[in-house]
Structures are given as structure tokens and as C-alpha cells.
């Protein structure tokens, strides 16, 4: 089986080469989006964040049936074209927990202790610090919007930090009990009680602009916003207006937000050894499966088949 793998590193080419010997492997530094030029009769493709899968990619694949993304977001996935074309795709949810969640306390221990600051001048053999006051989080109220591998990792850091835990999820899982999370369906009831705000959802269609302008009238004031999640969870003009200190690692083009009260990270919250680790081991996992003809153990084709009925839904309304 023809299979090509895109924004490869050394190490992935190597993991993969020695467990899929019996198969075609192509490996490709790049995007698909750049590297992929002509026709090509490759029937499995692996990419990652940066690869955005649309129609016009899929016209160059015409043998396609299995595309995985070797990370937990997948909106760079055309899923409605993708199901429209009866191809497989698959994501390796799960993989980031203890890395992402541990992350975004170390950006919000940057905010509340202004660490980075001290860093830098000390650095400079400047040891003032009595501008720097701190705010302890023992005691304090962590809101998680989201409580899937990452929101479930956070409410178990902050427990562990002596903090209050509330959470607004669409499912209310176990360790609401086992940890007494204060759980809520109306993300408002989140917003009003917490000083901390940590965003761990995936970007879909009923996620995109959850927080907005509307609802963020309720955020408690001098609240901390983390989302290490997707910037398109929140609406695009919070970041500029609101006034509230945020801490962001967030695929978008909001480098360009410069605020004294925004922490901003490019995108590294998943980067750990481990993590990175977890991800080939997932991918194989998924890949040997397509291969045998198994059920794929991260199968998209529920959020594909939610998101071609969406779009199919717009298209019938633009025809009206």
C-alpha cells in the first residue's frame, strides 16, 4: 500500500520505516498543501496541523481512502468533503493531557507570579521585585470549560494546588464525583464564580466563538482567561478588547495582539517527549488498523458526517 507521510520529523520517518516495512512509504518534510503538486495514487496519507485538507488536495488523490492527523484538533480536515468522498479519517485524541494541562499552568504561573519578568531582569543583574506582587491560586476558583484528557489533567493540577473546581462540559463524566467539580451545563454560571478560566475543547462548529461578547459580560471581573485550545473558541475581538490578563497558545494570526496583559506561546503546549512519543504510537496504531481492514480506534466519522450534515444544511438555506 502506497502510503505518503507529510511535516515529517527525522525521528517519525524512522518510527514509521521500521513498523510498516511491508508497505510503501513515501516521507515529506513539508505540507501536503506544498509538497503535493500532481496526481498522486497514494491510498493513506498522514499529515499533521499545518496540512489543510480541502477539495482541491483531494482531486490530486484520486486512490485515497484512509487520511489520518497525527494530532487531537482536526479542523484542517474538510470533513464534510472527506465524508462526501467516503474516505476514512482518523486523529489521535488523547495524546496531550498531562502535557497541555501542565502547560497551561506554567503560563498561568507566569501570569499570577510574573516569573518571566523576574527571569529577564535578573538576567540583567536587576533584583527589584516589589512591582511584581503575585496572587496565590490555594484557595481560588478554576473554571475548565471542557473536561476531555485536558480539562479532566487541569481539574487534577488544580486540586492538587488547593483550588475550587468548576467545569462546563458537554458530558458530565466520573471525575466530576471523584474530584467534586461543581459542574455546570450554562457556561455563564462558569464565568461569573471563577477566577481562573481554562479553555480544553476541541474546535468544532457548536464550539467556534463559544465565548463571546455576549456571554463574557458574566466573566468575573480581574478573572484570568488560559485557552490553550484554538483561538476560534473565542470570538476574534476579545483578544483585543478585553481587558482581562490572558495566557495563549493558539493557532491563529493573533501574534499580532500585543498587550501588557496577554502571555502568548506559539503553539508548544503539546511539545513534551512523551507527548511526541504518544503521537507515532497512536498513528501506527491507527494506521495498522486501516491496513488490516479494523475499525479505526480514533475514527472522525462521527464529527465528519455532524459537519457534512452542517454544511449541506448552509448550502440548502443559500439555495432558498
Known amino acids: ?3 505518503a507521510f507529510f511535516e515529517t520529523k527525522p525521528e517519525e520517518k524512522e518510527f514509521f520505516s521500521k513498523h510498516l516495512k511491508s508497505e510503501e512509504l513515501y516521507f515529506f518534510d513539508g505540507t501536503i498543501n506544498e509538497e503535493l503538486h500532481k496526481e498522486e495514487d497514494y491510498e493513506a496519507v498522514s499529515v499533521f496541523v499545518h496540512s489543510r485538507i480541502d477539495d482541491g488536495i483531494l482531486s490530486l488523490l484520486p486512490r485515497l481512502r484512509y487520511i489520518q492527523t497525527r494530532s487531537s484538533g482536526f479542523e484542517h480536515l474538510l470533513c464534510d468533503a472527506l465524508y462526501k468522498r467516503g474516505i476514512l479519517a482518523s486523529n489521535v485524541a488523547g495524546y496531550a493531557g498531562p502535557a497541555v494541562a501542565e502547560f497551561a499552568f506554567s503560563l498561568l504561573l507566569n501570569a499570577t507570579r510574573q516569573t518571566y519578568k523576574a527571569i529577564d531582569r535578573a538576567k540583567e543583574g536587576i533584583f527589584e521585585y516589589r512591582d511584581l506582587k503575585g496572587m496565590e491560586l490555594f484557595g481560588k476558583r478554576l473554571g475548565i470549560l471542557g473536561l476531555g484528557t485536558i480539562g479532566s489533567q487541569m481539574a487534577r493540577i488544580g486540586k492538587g494546588m488547593g483550588m475550587k473546581l468548576s467545569a462546563w462540559s458537554r458530558t458530565k463524566r466520573p471525575i466530576v464525583d471523584e474530584l467534586g467539580i461543581e459542574f455546570h451545563t450554562e457556561l455563564e ?46 470570538e476574534r475581538e476579545l483578544y483585543s478588547d478585553l481587558e ?24 508548544m503546549a503539546y511539545y513534551t517527549k512523551e507527548a511526541l512519543e504518544r503521537i507515532m504510537t497512536i498513528s501506527l496504531q491507527n494506521m495498522e ?32
Open 289 to 320: 488498523a486501516f491496513i488490516e481492514g479494523r475499525e479505526l480506534p480514533n475514527c472522525l466519522k462521527a464529527a465528519c458526517r455532524r459537519d457534512y450534515a452542517a454544511h449541506s444544511d448552509h448550502e440548502e438555506k443559500d439555495k432558498r
Open 244 to 267: 482581562n490578563t490572558m495566557c495563549l497558545d493558539v493557532i491563529s494570526d493573533l501574534k499580532n495582539v500585543v498587550r501588557h496583559n496577554v502571555l502568548y506561546t506559539p503553539h
Open 1 to 3: 500500500m502506497k502510503i
Open 189 to 234: 454560571k462558569v464565568l461569573v464564580s471563577s477566577d481562573v478560566v481554562m479553555i480544553a475543547l476541541p474546535l468544532t462548529p457548536a464550539t467556534r466563538g463559544v465565548l463571546n461578547s455576549e456571554n463574557i459580560k458574566s466573566l468575573k471581573a480581574g478573572a484570568i482567561i488560559v485557552n490553550v485550545a484554538r483561538a476560534e473558541i473565542m
